[in-house]
């Protein structure tokens, strides 16, 4: 759950020498202003577009272009004015469902509002059922992914990492502290898609962290948090100890001394 992007150009990449930064950051945010106009106001055409965006009509149809051909947007035909009757409807456009996805941080906003919303009226308490009814819809999902995996954690988890990835995370898991008492794995997450809701709502957190040890069966825990501005979600997951026992030396053959 993501906030609006800012598309002014300081935001964009640094300049690494040759000015070639500041024009690419340009044009991603051009590109990101006529995503979030089709939004509001599709089915719209170039020309509407240029109008509101003051740009030209040329320059328009380039992004629109790289919009569609990432299948952001679709054509859409717009029903005729008054003036274009007898001819062929303009080409209007409209977002797609992938678009309306890569739109997705308004719903972050609304998402927010609404368990604050639900806090406020309901309690405390509301916000952690709903949270953990969240993570339980998950965990039914992610544990068909994990249904082959057997016994063995390692193979376990691995299966969680990509089972996350499917959900919209970016997972991946790797050995840590091998040959180690401490030795373990860690499963990190470069991306949640509840990231800015959660750094409101740690329960959400804290219910994801509570799946994770129900689907592996050991006592997982968070080491660090995107919802807490570390730059990856981490989460060590032990290992079970290995337990050698010691044999007696064979006193079979005893010194005759």
Same mark, same amino acid.
């Given at each position: ?5 800012d598309?002014s150009?300081?935001?964009?990449p ?9 024009p ?19 089915p719209?055409?170039?020309a ?11 320059a328009v ?12 947007l ?14 062929? %409807? ?26 604050r919303?639900?806090a ?5 308490g509301?916000v ?9 819809e ?8 994990m ?14 990492a990509?089972?996350l ?15 180690? %008492? ?20 740690p ?17 997982v825990?968070r080491l ?7 730059h ?7 290992l079970?100890?290995?337990r050698?026992?010691?044999t007696? %030396?064979?006193?079979?053959?005893r010194?005759?001394?």
């Amino acid at each position: 759950m993501i906030f609006a992007r800012d598309t002014s150009p300081s935001m964009g990449p640094r300049p690494t020498g040759d000015g070639s930064a500041q024009p690419q950051a340009l044009e991603t945010g051009t590109r990101e202003r006529v995503k979030q106009t089709v939004s509001e106001h599709g089915p719209i055409t170039a020309a509407e577009l240029a109008q509101r965006l003051g740009l030209t009509p040329a320059a328009v149809r380039r992004h629109l272009d790289c919009l569609a051909d990432a299948g952001l947007l679709e054509e859409h035909e717009k029903a005729p004015t008054e003036a274009r009757r007898r001819g062929r %409807p303009a080409r209007a456009y409209v977002l797609t469902e992938a678009g309306h996805a890569d739109l997705r941080e308004d719903y972050d906003t609304l998402a927010a509002d609404v368990l604050r919303f639900l806090a406020e009226h309901a309690g405390p308490g509301a916000v952690t059922a709903y949270a953990q009814q969240r993570a339980r819809e998950v965990a039914e999902r992610l544990a068909r992914d994990m249904a082959d995996a057997g016994d063995d954690l390692q193979s376990r988890t691995e299966a969680l990492a990509a089972g996350l990835r499917r959900e919209g995370y970016a997972a991946s898991m790797r050995p840590v502290a091998a040959g180690t %008492p401490l030795a373990g794995l860690q499963l990190c997450q470069g991306h949640c898609p509840v990231r800015d809701v959660a750094a409101q709502f740690p329960q959400l957190c804290e219910a994801e962290a509570e799946m994770f040890s129900d689907l592996l069966g050991v006592h997982v825990q968070r080491l660090a948090s995107l919802a807490h501005g570390d730059h990856v979600c981490t989460t060590f997951v032990p290992l079970p100890e290995v337990r050698t026992t010691k044999t007696s %030396p064979d006193t079979s053959e005893r010194d005759p001394r």
